[in-house]
């Protein structure tokens, strides 16, 4: 394997729940003798994308912080999403997050929390977040090539979380090419029985799949207005899209994808 697949692997087994590790549980988790694991443990170290609070045990370091901030600032994406973001929730207060791909988990870019009383906390998205069982992680599995699509599909586990969660390879890869087709994924209590997620692609302006756009729903509400939920969604990826310099073919020339005669749908 690859130095750089290998540090990737690494950095990414420190999470919200697990944020720090142990030489040997690290080890045992990539599959490496532990004087492997310690050589490169203490090699991330030296360069600050780990740090050691105490012999033998590591969390990430303070170069994982300054590059996230880098990212943050400078990152195309994420300026064009963050208007898009703070506008959709505060019109329509519910809970939003823009997500890619991260290895076998997902990794997000930028989010911001509805502002209704009942609602869903931003943390529903993260590195631990089953992808298979969310809309945001459908979408993005089903924007991928073929071959990193089978890969994937033959290392998840598709854990039962709900009598509605997709356990089944066979089903899951049909309703990844339906969803690759429609351009739209939701997930109805299939991770949380009282949730409801649903997601559109955030593309390129090649029209590449770069990213999904996601909200987060409690079930009672989103069963009141499904529809109206996928299109204000679908409105907020197309946005960002077009902000990424994507033109979709379909909508009149000098029109942004998504757009209406007031700009924004409204959901009450």
Known sequence: MKAAERIGQVLALFTVTAPERGTAEIAGLLGIANSSAHELLNGLAQTGLLQ???PGRFRLGPMVAALA?????TDGLIEAARPVI?????SHGETVHVV??????????????????VGVSRSVMSSETPLHAVAAGKLLLAHLATADLLRMLA???LTAFSDETVTARSTLRNQLADIRDSGFAEAIGEWHPDLATCAAPIRSHAGVCVAAFSMAVPL???MLQPRAFRTITVQAADRIS????????????????????????VVT
Do not use: C, F
């Open 52 to 54: 050691k609070p105490v």
């Open 69 to 73: 901030q880098v990212l943050a600032n």
């Open 86 to 90: 703070a506008r959709t929730a505060e």
């Open 100 to 117: 890619q791909l991260a290895g076998m988990g997902i990794s997000v870019l930028s989010s911001q929390s509805g502002t209704r009383p």
């Open 155 to 157: 290392a998840l586990e």
């Open 220 to 222: 009672s509400r989103y």
């Open 242 to 265: 077009a902000r990424l310099g994507w033109k979709d073919a379909s909508k009149p020339a000098g029109k942004l994808p998504g757009n209406t005669s007031d700009g924004w749908e």
